[in-house]
């Protein structure tokens, strides 16, 4: 099937000269969505909802009324972000029945910007997973090749963009979960730097990690995107105040100082990806740019260092998930404490709860200090480290992946291997930098390979700039 719009730009010309409608764009859309159900990348489509809604924005456009800066744009939204009166599942089966009875402030931005919701993806349960293994509602594929995974754990929101679904969709990114299931599916994807997007409405995993991010073809349709929902927000205390810039109009390209950290150009590095990467890498210096080496010397610390903070927040996170409330409850139990157990190990998957345990672990009284204490330490030091290096260059750039997108079930029952699929992207997320993934080509088994920029805390621009060079 031939590609709907390749950009929202192109999508916005042909509405405002009124060649097309918001009910006619989003009916073509609805009908992808049907052709492309064998991915599973969707939990809901909001059929009715979004036709009524384009309706709407055409008599809007007819009246002569100002239209928003996402005026008709097509989305769909991660199911771990509040629609109000939709089911908010986290692809888990312990929500698989709550509807949220109010909208993320992400989404309250865009809807007042004119953008038109499609539906909610689907994920890893919870966020935790590299692969859209781990949802209730099954694994999402690829749809570049449905014999492999999407990346994970916005695996769903990164196929429906890759499948022309949606123009652009909204992920979450704790330690990775946007950029990787970017690089895998051929596509953009943006974690911002942490506080830029209000989490209010975004269902927490890991609080001082997670992150609402931005899946799309085009660079430009991220910085528009960005430019709508960030800002300061006084439903999240952790929500900054600093300006938002016209993203959207920083674009153009200007000399600039990449670095390129010797702890990820390694031998371990699959050759196929590191040369696909410094031929991209190339094409910037053609431009103008200079690459310069650096050094993250606490890299090697990073996954470990994550994997223990993360699943601590996980375990303090999830505990509201216990049935007494909302959410799954087990049948015909005893007393409250079979009313917990029962229900917590009935409704949540393999994965969560093996993050659950080993959050636990690290938060007990004998091993507080030898883990999570020392934890901590360590991601400061690597945060100081990304700080240092910003000093010398305005941006690092590497490989999003260590691996291309592999097949579907081959690493499910490794965690271990798993978990290296985030090696190249965790750092960010504990130092708080924004990072964005852009498509950096094919390797010679023709699987796409992401090349990761990473600038410093709230200079996004830089990163757009870069990127949209390329």
Do not use: W
Request: proline letters at 4%.
């Amino acid at each position: 099937m031939s590609e709907l719009y390749p950009s929202y730009a192109a999508l916005r010309d042909q509405l405002l000269s009124k060649s097309v409608t918001c009910e006619s764009v989003v009916s073509a859309y609805l009908k992808k969505i049907e052709a492309s159900s064998s991915l599973n990348a969707f939990l809901a489509v909001f059929h009715e909802q979004a036709l009524e809604r384009a309706r709407a924005l055409d008599k809007k456009l007819a009246s002569g009324e100002r239209v928003g800066k996402l005026f008709g744009l097509p989305m769909a939204i991660k199911d771990n972000i509040a629609v109000k009166g939709e089911r908010l599942t986290c692809a888990s089966r312990i929500l698989s029945n709550f509807t949220s009875i109010y909208n993320a402030t992400a989404v309250e931005r865009l809807l007042a910007e004119d953008a038109i919701i499609l539906g909610k993806t689907n994920m890893d349960e919870f966020a935790m997973g590299s692969s859209n293994e781990n949802s209730y509602f099954g694994a999402v594929k690829n749809p570049l090749d449905d014999t492999l995974v999407p990346g994970g754990s916005s695996g769903g929101s990164a196929a429906a963009v890759a499948a022309d679904c949606a123009l652009v969709a909204l992920g979450s990114d704790t330690g990775g979960s946007v950029r990787q299931p970017a690089s895998f599916c051929n596509i953009v994807g943006l974690k911002p730097t942490y506080g830029r997007v209000s989490r209010y409405g975004l269902v927490a995993f890991g609080s001082s990690f997670d992150q609402i991010g931005i899946l799309s073809k085009t660079v430009a349709d991220a910085a528009l995107v960005l430019e709508v929902i960030a800002g300061e927000d006084t439903y999240d205390s952790t929500s900054s105040n600093h300006a938002v810039p016209a993203y959207s109009q920083a674009l153009s390209f200007k000399n600039v100082r990449i670095g390129l950290p010797k702890e990820f150009f390694t031998s371990a590095l699959d050759k196929d990806i590191s040369d696909v990467v410094h031929s991209k890498l190339n094409v910037l210096t053609s431009k103008g740019a200079e690459l310069i080496e650096v050094s993250l010397p606490h890299s090697e610390y990073a996954l470990a260092t994550y994997y223990i903070l993360a699943t601590a927040e996980a375990s303090s996170n999830l505990s509201r998930f216990d049935g007494a409330r909302y959410g799954y409850r087990a049948d015909g139990v005893k007393d409250l404490t079979e009313m917990y157990v029962r229900s917590r190990s009935e409704g949540f998957g393999a994965e969560v709860k093996r993050r659950i345990m080993l959050g636990t672990y690290v938060l007990s009284a004998g091993y507080y200090d030898a883990y999570y204490k020392k934890a901590q330490q360590v991601r400061r030091l690597i945060r100081e480290d990304y700080l240092k290096a910003f000093k010398e260059v305005d941006v690092i750039a590497g490989p999003t992946s260590p691996f291309p997108p592999f097949k579907l079930g081959s690493k499910i029952d490794d965690p271990l291997q798993m978990y290296l699929s985030d090696i190249y992207t965790v750092p960010m997320n504990l130092a708080g930098v924004p990072a964005l993934s852009v498509p950096a080509g094919f390797g010679s088994s023709n699987l796409p390979v992401g090349i990761q920029y990473v600038s410093n805390l709230f200079d996004e621009s830089t990163l757009f700039a870069v990127a949209n060079a390329i």
